[in-house]
């Protein structure tokens, strides 16, 4: 180790204190992969700060180091994009929220909660709860993925149908920028319009642009009343019809209405232990729905949904969660499709939108597209069709070893981006675009668009320091 370094990382230990600096290559490993091990990469140190202030001070000792530290933000490492692993080149520091998990004022006049970066959804939205209110943020990783990647990618999940991502529910932020340089954006004004919205800027932006250390969020009062079901189709054309009828019964109080493919279904069944499957034969394709409100008569609105839903043959049966326990065993069904497919092998995920009218176009097409290429692979969708965001995942043939598989699956991703393309959608709805797809931005947000995001991370990180390889494109 050069010198220089050793000098830097022995300043860093002092700044950060007992804990606070991981050196030893067997503990620092686990934060050189994602959580798919899909991508590795290299770190001189894990920085683990125990508040703002000292992460305020060691970027001050990177920035003077007289030698580049790239510095490269962790938080559960949940992501599916590469966008919080260092890469195998240059120097890296990765730094880890884990410490900072403060949680502070529960403000239920003001309908806000503060919280540190490293607070995980689950655990503020128990906060929440304990106050009467509700955080209406759900992701499958809630339980590790901290506030702090919730909002650097600006998560969307279930229940952004009716709540908005991330970025609807950020009230203020708190920031140290590359430098060192405190960037204090919490205020809770509900009205503000001196100047832009920096804080709008750092969510969904992956850690490139400053390092989000504590915010603001915006909560609702409790909802007392919730129903759920599971709804089986006789195909996918019929779920944009489902959608309209559910509309016009409940709209007002739709929380969720997640898809999941008859394939992707199966292997969750056959993956993932402990799942019950409610109906008596398979379907082609699955509807998971969520009303609630603070009335007491949602089930009388859900059973005439469905009742109509029944008779124009939209749906072909349906269950009805009668308890707490049923509904949690209803959603498992769709929390654990990432895990099953991970079980199953080898995956290529395509986490896109499309305009919701569009959905059953582009789980047509996408398919059949797919299909013609690799007529073993299977295609196993699910997703939020609410807003038009379906994760349209490809997991390895049964017969096909996955390195193979990983090898020849441009072809596939390309074939599925035409399609999204023509339907005028986007390669990168809720989970960021990480290291994972920057070489598609080029194209997908080439000319004066791209051209602008440059030059707003120039001004926040001139030397191009903060998570490199990220999001944008080499220049």
Request: hydrophobic fraction near 45%.
């Amino acid at each position: 180790m050069p010198d220089n370094q050793a000098a830097v990382l022995s300043r860093l230990a002092d700044c950060l204190g007992p804990g606070g600096l991981l050196t030893d290559p067997d503990q620092i490993a686990p934060y050189c992969r994602d959580w798919r091990s899909l991508f590795h990469g290299t770190a001189l140190a894990v920085m683990r700060p125990a508040d703002a202030t000292a992460l305020s001070e060691a970027l001050r000792i990177c920035a003077a180091a007289g030698t580049r530290i790239d510095i490269v933000p962790q938080g559960g490492n949940t992501g599916l994009c590469g966008g919080a692993t260092p890469s195998g080149s240059g120097v890296n520091i990765v730094v880890s929220f884990a410490r900072m998990n403060t949680i502070g004022e529960v403000d239920a006049t003001d309908g806000t909660m503060i919280v540190d970066a490293g607070v995980t959804l689950a655990a503020a939205q128990d906060a929440a709860a304990a106050a009467g209110m509700v955080l209406p943020l759900s992701i499958a990783a809630e339980g590790s993925a901290q506030i702090g990647g919730v909002l650097a990618t600006n998560a969307g999940g279930s229940k952004a149908l009716r709540y908005g991502s991330a970025r609807e529910l950020v009230a203020g932020i708190e920031a140290i920028c590359v430098d060192g340089t405190p960037l204090n954006l919490l205020r809770s004004l509900r009205k503000d319009n001196t100047g832009y919205a920096l804080r709008q800027l750092l969510v969904g932006s992956e850690g490139t642009l400053a390092l989000i250390t504590r915010a603001r969020l915006k909560l609702r009062p409790a909802l007392t009343a919730r129903e759920i079901a599971l709804c089986a189709l006789p195909d996918d054309a019929s779920v944009l019809r489902l959608f309209r009828i559910f509309q016009q019964h409940a709209g007002d109080v739709l929380e969720a209405f997640e898809y999941i493919s008859g394939v992707a279904m199966d292997l969750a069944l056959t993956e993932v232990e402990g799942l019950n499957f409610p109906f008596s034969e398979r379907a082609p394709c699955y509807v998971l729905l969520e009303l609630a409100s603070r009335q007491k008569d949602l089930r009388d609105t859900l059973e005439a949904a469905l009742e109509e839903a029944l008779e124009t043959e939209t749906v072909v049966d349906a269950v009805l969660a009668e308890n707490m326990t049923q509904a949690e065993a209803l959603w498992r069904l769709r929390e654990e499709q990432s895990e099953a497919q991970r079980l199953a092998g080898a995956s290529i995920k395509h986490d896109i939108s499309v305009p919701v009218p569009a959905v059953p176009t582009l789980l047509t097409q996408a398919t059949a597209a797919c299909a013609a290429i690799m007529p073993d692979v299977r295609i196993a969708p699910f997703g939020h069709v609410g807003d038009g965001n379906i994760h349209f995942n490809l997991v390895q043939p049964a017969e096909m070893e996955g390195a193979t598989f990983l090898r020849d699956g441009k072809a596939l991703t390309d074939a599925i981006h035409r399609v999204v393309h023509d339907l005028d959608g986007s390669f990168s709805a809720e989970h960021g675009v990480g290291q994972l797809k920057t070489d598609m931005m080029e194209t997908w947000r080439g000319g004066a668009e791209l051209a602008l995001m440059r030059r707003i991370k120039e001004a926040f990180d001139p030397a191009g320091r903060l998570n490199p390889g990220k999001v944008l494109p080499p220049a």
